[in-house]
């Protein structure tokens, strides 16, 4: 299973003018992320998958320097617009354009899913950081999304839901990196909608609908309207309004590199 970067890119790029509307999530997580960051002045930081800045502008106030890397060109112009100063590279977190030995602070939310291989992304930031250098991340966890890969699964054999690896697989990702210092804290996010549809367009929104290996056209209108209600019966909560759940598995990761 092979994730086609240009295809991350040109989703997440088609969404650059609507993934702060729909973005509340991944503010959240990324604003909980930050907790994690020690107390310290950086030199220099790296947003590693920076989208629209969002966070590129709370790394300054902590650094001399920011600078802004993601797949998207569209999107990494967007972070340079959105904030003064930073500098902003398209770029891939499994091969960095970045000297060695030369970031003291990685701050990368929600990217690192989008990695074939998140030992090899794990390397590359341990190349870049600096002695004593810092790295926060999150990722997301098998179990994330279960409702909707539940309620398709009943009406085709297709993929429309990306699988992500389990926390023994970061951990031991970590390690395979050469981190030795490292601690990883797991927190579950529900999120509520009135029906499925709504977290469909939430997932466009964003930019997040490729679905790795999935196939074009999996589903018609038919079958749309019979995963919708399937969803409903089965995760709707009386105590929510009747709205469905969405479940996130995160993964917050805190590694020095000493």
């Avoid at 295809?7 to 959240?28: C, E, I, M, P, W």
């Avoid at 989208?51 to 902590?62: D, E, I, P, V, W």
Wanted: charged fraction near 20%.
């Amino acid at each position: 299973m092979i994730i086609d970067k240009e295809q991350v890119a040109r989703h997440f790029s088609k969404a650059v003018d609507t993934y702060n509307d729909f973005a509340g999530l991944q503010r959240d997580i990324g604003h909980r992320l930050l907790q994690e960051v020690p107390n310290n002045h950086y030199p220099l930081a790296m947003d590693l998958g920076c989208g629209t800045g969002f966070f590129a502008k709370a790394l300054q106030s902590s650094s001399s320097q920011v600078i802004g890397i993601d797949l998207s060109h569209a999107m990494a112009s967007q972070a340079k617009r959105a904030n003064t100063g930073i500098a902003a590279v398209v770029a891939d977190a499994e091969q960095l354009s970045l000297a060695n030995d030369s970031v003291d602070l990685v701050f990368s939310n929600l990217a690192l899913q989008w990695c074939n291989d998140l030992s090899t992304a794990l390397s590359e930031i341990k190349r870049v950081l600096k002695p004593g250098g810092v790295a926060v991340f999150s990722t997301l966890l098998d179990g994330t999304l279960y409702e909707l890969k539940q309620s398709w699964s009943e009406l085709n054999q297709y993929r429309h839901v990306n699988h992500f690896i389990s926390a023994d697989d970061v951990a031991a990702c970590i390690q395979l990196s050469g981190f030795k210092n490292s601690r990883l804290i797991f927190e579950t996010e529900t999120l509520w909608y009135q029906q499925a549809l709504s977290l469909l367009a939430e997932l466009k929104g964003i930019g997040a609908n490729y679905v790795i290996d999935g196939k074009p056209n999996a589903s018609n209108a038919t079958q749309l309207k019979k995963m919708v209600s399937s969803y409903k019966q089965q995760f709707a909560n009386p105590a929510k309004g009747n709205r469905v759940s969405a479940t996130y598995k995160v993964c917050y990761g805190v590694l020095i590199n000493d």
